[in-house]
């Protein structure tokens, strides 16, 4: 197992602003890469942000492309996601996960897993 651990999530109001961290422990990040992905009760997990294992890489949903950063620290073996201008949409549990290979939007490609940190947006 891979400890992943998110942090930041919180309550807000629309048009906000929160950053996201995912700290790792026992492996090094700087090899595989990594995603942020949402769920609401009932629904599926759904994607929302990947990173190359460099960095170099970034790919977005529709949904948050423009309002929504993805970035990582690989010396600190951590990933960030910065969001602004949030919406009551925005609302659910987020994710990081980390997969050899190149990003996904996939989770089912994605091995390790956090266990979250809950975002509610406000209106």
């Known amino acids: 197992q891979v400890p992943l651990v998110e942090s930041g999530g919180g309550l807000v109001q629309a048009g906000d602003s929160l950053r996201l961290s995912c700290a790792a422990s026992g492996r090094t990040l700087s090899s595989y890469a990594m995603g942020w992905f949402r769920q609401v009760p009932g629904k599926e997990r759904e994607f929302v942000a990947a990173i190359s294992w460099s960095g170099g890489s970034t790919f977005y949903s529709d949904s948050v492309k423009g309002r929504f950063t993805v970035s990582r620290d690989n010396a600190n073996n951590t990933l960030y996601l910065q969001m602004n201008s949030l919406k009551p949409e925005d609302t659910a549990v987020y994710y990081c996960?980390?997969?050899?290979?190149?990003?996904?939007?996939?989770?089912?490609?994605?091995?390790?897993w956090g266990q979250g940190t809950q975002v509610t947006v406000s209106s």
């Open positions: 996960a980390t997969r050899p290979g190149p990003y996904s939007m996939k989770p089912e490609e994605y091995d390790y």
